[in-house]
């Protein structure tokens, strides 16, 4: 297998997690191959052994990577889980569909909602939140929380207090979604731009008071991060940016 020297960045054991996730789920390291060990992968990753530890036992505890007893470290023979993903933990394949089928029903409806409801207020929010996410357009570390935060402004504008908090409740994944995203986004057009200019046109709807309108921009969003971070996992790449 070829392993890639990590990016060095403040949360590296995630970084060498997220290389060898990416390395599981597009099938170069197929289900039951031995990994090397810790310290063969350290050195491939140029790391500390505690770092690699660290991302070792991330894999583990997302059941991705089990351990033998005497025999090593082995990618996990079944790649299925039970219960929801945990924060901070790489997705798999069918989490980033099943987080985006989520997203869909959850968030066309916020649009909709927002378009009918939004305060002048809460139009301003949004529209500031708008201008942070241009403002970090340019860095893929800065963009996926401004990104979050247009969306949980967008929730708060359906007044909808179960809403907003299903929102809150997803946000920890809804970050990685877009950090998947926009490393995609940056690879085909150079910087996120095109993702702010399809939050602008769902804040000008809700401005406008459409909510059918409104809907379809947030379906597209959407549809369009699915695609991309798909799109990543074919490839087998490594997720270290951000966008959605």
Known sequence: MSLKPAVRRANLPATIANRLRAQIVSGELPPGAKLPGHRDLAAAHAVSVGSMREAISMLIS???IETRAGRGTYVAASLQRVGPPRPGVPLLRQEVEELTEARRVIEVQLAALAAERATPEQVEALRRATE???AAAANPYEYPETDVDFHLELAAAAGNRFLLQAMVDIRALLRQDMELGAEAAIRRFGDLRPSVESHRRLL???ADGDPARAAEVADEIVSRNQKFVL??????????????
Do not use: C, D
């Open 231 to 244: 799109g990543l996992y074919a490839l087998g790449h490594s997720t270290e940016a951000a966008g959605g």
């Open 132 to 134: 942070r996410m241009e």
């Open 62 to 64: 997302n059941g991705l």
């Open 204 to 206: 000008e709807a809700i």
